[in-house]
């Protein structure tokens, strides 16, 4: 089950063939993307997803649609996804930077599809992660920012090849890590470890995206009396924290249980806390 909508808010064939071949998503992965989870028709934090859409544009030099034309596609495929079936949806956002040789104009898209059942597994079960070496050194975005290390593009097929890795290896997950060590953030979600009542994840300025789950909890923890730290810490750190936790738009909030082979501490009750807490917002 597969909702599409165009820009102008029309419903389109996701089965149709869509996309120019000479779109530049298609010849260059020349584009930008958000997923967001629907629940019960509620989209979670819209709002920053369509920051970072926005601020992802403007690392690329991509005149994205305005806000209001975003929220009108988004609602489209909301209004016609069948709830009475599905309660949850994975709401994708997409825009390129149009055709080869065209005037300008980005092509974008929403799309809605439901949240598989591998992903309902690993929130029921947490995750087995390994490490692997990201290649860039935590101060790269700020001496290479042409890199784009911050920005959400459509060109994923280094995250996807790390996930491939990981299953070679008899993995759910991975853990980037920066040249030094430091921890970064998996493929397709942010890093978060617990030191006692206080929630650590790596910092933006590494060359990572901001995610907006992780922001979620951050601010849910904070009502209950949780400290929240944005820095860097060594991946030795994963194996003595409280707890750690992969956080992604529709994945949510999982535990990690095994690291590289080794299992790490994941505590029932405090996952049961956070997960509480992030719910709470909704």
């Not at 070679?168 to 006692?196: H, K, N, Q, Y």
């Not at 936790?245 to 994941?266: C, E, F, Y």
Request: net charge negative.
């Amino acid at each position: 089950m597969r909702v599409l909508a165009l820009l102008d808010g029309t419903l389109a064939d996701p089965e149709a063939p869509l996309m120019r071949a000479d779109d530049l998503s298609v010849t260059r992965g020349d584009g930008i993307f958000e997923t967001i989870l629907v629940v019960a028709r509620d989209a979670r934090e819209m709002g920053p997803h369509l920051d970072r859409l926005e601020r992802s544009g403007a690392l690329l030099d991509i005149p994205t649609p305005p806000r209001a034309v975003w929220e009108r596609a988004a609602q489209a495929v909301i209004d016609a996804w069948p709830w009475e079936t599905d309660r949850e949806m994975a709401l994708k956002l997409v825009c390129s930077r149009g055709v080869d040789g065209g005037d300008g104009t980005p092509t974008g898209f929403a799309m809605g599809s439901p949240v598989g059942p591998d992903t309902l597994r690993k929130r029921r079960d947490g995750l087995v992660a390994v490490t692997l070496d990201r290649g860039f050194a935590p101060d790269l975005k700020e001496r290479a920012p042409w890199l784009l290390l911050s920005a959400k593009t459509l060109s994923y097929a280094v995250n996807m090849a790390a996930l491939r890795e990981a299953e070679r290896r008899g993995a759910d997950e991975v853990i980037f890590t920066a040249t030094d060590g430091s921890v970064l953030e998996g493929p397709t979600s942010a890093v978060v470890l617990a030191r006692g009542k206080t929630l650590i994840t790596p910092p933006p300025s590494t060359g990572i995206l901001p995610g907006t789950t992780q922001g979620a909890l951050f601010r849910a923890a904070e009502k209950a009396g949780w400290e929240t730290k944005v820095e860097p810490f060594d991946q030795a750190e994963l194996r003595t924290a409280d707890g750690v936790w992969m956080t992604s738009s529709v994945r949510l909030v999982t535990p990690v249980h095994t690291l590289d082979g080794t299992p790490i501490k994941a505590d029932p009750e405090l996952h049961r806390e956070l997960t509480g807490l992030y719910e709470s917002l909704y």
